[in-house]
């Protein structure tokens, strides 16, 4: 008789379930693992092998076969090791069958039988939730599968627990969710001096979720404004926390189990290659767009980046998802995140300052800045020059306003913005309106209007351009408090889109 686990195969965020088929015919004694594994599920059989040994149970001088089903969907990963011993247990009339076929399981199993945590459990769990099932897993890996909520979660230390567990010698409690980890940002935006344009759009992009750049010499704060950001950004509400921590989980960040309420802030290096930002490599792995998914992707030294890596984020950018395709692998992964960059104004950094910039000014600065693509520019909401600090103004005590000020404005902005896209799943600020949307709730005045045409025809603004300056007016009524967006709005936001220190050539 054919007895059968079930557990999950990951392509992207989505677990796909997997029928694990175990068969005890007569023959001559072998142990196969057949349905496309991975070199990691063909080693199972050794593991699970030398486990049950350790638990004195000895398997027959048979032939095994177990059958991964569906047979043409890849399997990958050490997690198939658990589920694979179940349906092995059940053919050997060691558990009882019923039982684990209503659970999905999942779990690297150590020689001596321990269970050893995977990535996944909470994709995994939000599966197992779809298909009304429990979900049985290491209990390192309890506490973040047990955050779904709607299925029970069985974490176990051993697989002599689990055995014990279904034979009802001694049941496992069901895991509990893990703590919440507590957001602390102890950099204050107070605590730079100065640069009060940079402050205000650094407050507009965090309430709308806008595309930020900033230019200039080097030391002039621009890395120091971008640190700051993940204390001015409201927390993340429970269902972007759990989608988000969906995707860390994969990539193994969950501490302990614990779901973060905090926004994500990634700040890769510009040696980065083109699979660690857009995703890729084996299994085709969540890249760092991914990983800043409902939060913040830092790019310090952007035209340091290759070429090829930064031209990949202009589809992202518009779409808010990457797809990975590759010759064995075709996933999709969400990547709504806010870009913000930092770059110098040429290679030495100092084009703007004659007493220090070299022979080449203009031309070092033309080249430079050439790096960033026209259509890569383009898409960049707030364009803004971060000039150097005097001195003089290093000494002054610090002014302003703090990171919780800065805070309530945008959160009290994104509420607006929350409440007016009540009735679009797909719009929860305002750089997701478009088309129609755009046009009914952006649309300014009668003078605001013929500022912005005036100003698409004199500066050339492309159709983009013009939306995504509609969209940024937008977000400064929301900041305001205004209702309807109003010639002081569009002229604010024209003000940071034709910023001439960053115009790209």
């Known amino acids: 008789m054919i007895t059968r686990a079930y557990t999950v195969a990951f392509q992207g965020i989505e677990a796909r379930l997997v029928e694990v088929q175990c068969a005890v015919t007569p023959g001559l004694p072998a142990f196969a693992i057949v349905g496309l594994p991975d070199k990691a599920v063909s080693e199972a059989r050794d593991r699970v092998r030398t486990a ?16 991964l089903s569906p047979a043409d969907l890849p399997k990958e990963g050490s997690h198939f090791d658990l589920p694979i011993a179940l349906a092995l247990l059940a053919a050997l009339d060691i558990v009882p069958r019923d039982s684990i076929e209503g659970t999905i399981a999942l779990g690297e199993l150590s020689l001596d039988g321990s269970l050893i945590p995977v990535l996944g459990a909470l994709p995994a769990a939000m599966a197992a939730a779809e298909e009304n099932r429990g979900l049985l897993c290491p209990k390192a890996c ?16 051993s697989l002599a627990d689990v055995v014990r567990h279904y034979l009802g010698q001694n049941p496992i409690a069901p895991s509990e969710p893990g703590v919440v980890t507590a957001t602390h940002h102890a950099r204050d935006l107070r605590d730079v001096k100065g ?15 806008h595309h930020l750049i900033f ?29 988000t921590s969906m995707i860390h989980s994969l990539s193994g960040l969950l501490d302990e189990g614990g779901i973060s309420r905090a926004r994500p802030f990634r700040e890769p290096h510009h040696t980065a290659s083109m699979a660690a930002i857009v995703g890729g490599g084996r299994g085709a792995k969540p890249g760092e767009i991914s990983l800043a998914h409902n939060g913040v992707l830092f790019m310090d030294e952007f035209p340091e980046f290759p070429r090829a890596v930064l031209e990949t984020l202009r589809q992202p950018i518009e779409t808010g ?32 300052d004659p007493a220090r910039a070299c022979a080449r000014v203009p031309q070092c600065g033309e080249d430079y800045m050439g ?9 960049f909401d707030l364009r803004v020059d971060v000039p150097p600090v005097a001195f003089t103004d290093l000494d002054l005590p610090a002014s302003g306003d703090t990171s919780k000020d800065v805070a309530g404005r945008v959160a009290m902005a994104r509420q ?14 305002n750089s997701d309106a478009e088309g129609d949307l755009l ?35 937008r977000t400064i009524a929301d900041l305001d408090g205004d209702d309807h967006v109003s010639r002081t709005h569009i002229a604010e936001a024209i003000s940071f889109r034709l910023n001439d220190a960053v115009q790209s050539p």
């Open 52 to 67: 049950l040994s350790s638990m004195a149970i000895a398997l027959p001088s048979k032939r095994i076969t177990i059958n």
């Open 142 to 157: 309890g506490a973040e599968a047990a955050w779904v909520g709607n299925t029970q979660v069985i974490g176990a230390a």
């Open 195 to 209: 640069q009060e344009r940079a402050k205000r759009a650094l407050e507009i992009a965090a309430a709308g979720r």
């Open 215 to 243: 230019v200039g010499t080097p030391g002039s704060g621009k890395s120091m404004l971008a640190a700051r950001i993940p204390g001015i950004l409201p927390p993340l509400r429970p269902s972007e926390a759990l989608e």
């Open 321 to 352: 998802e990457v797809i990975v395709a590759r010759a064995n692998a075709h996933v999709r992964y969400p990547c709504k995140f806010m870009l913000v960059a930092a770059a110098n104004p040429c290679k030495c950094g100092y084009l703007t």
């Open 371 to 379: 790096r960033i693509s026209g259509p890569l520019m383009d898409r």
């Open 416 to 429: 607006r913005q929350n409440e007016r896209y009540a009735d679009f799943p797909d719009v929860s600020e």
């Open 439 to 473: 046009e009914q709730v952006a649309t300014p005045d009668k003078e605001g209007k013929t500022l912005l045409i005036q100003a698409a025809e004199r500066f050339g603004l492309s159709a983009r351009g013009y939306h995504r300056v509609l969209r940024v007016a």
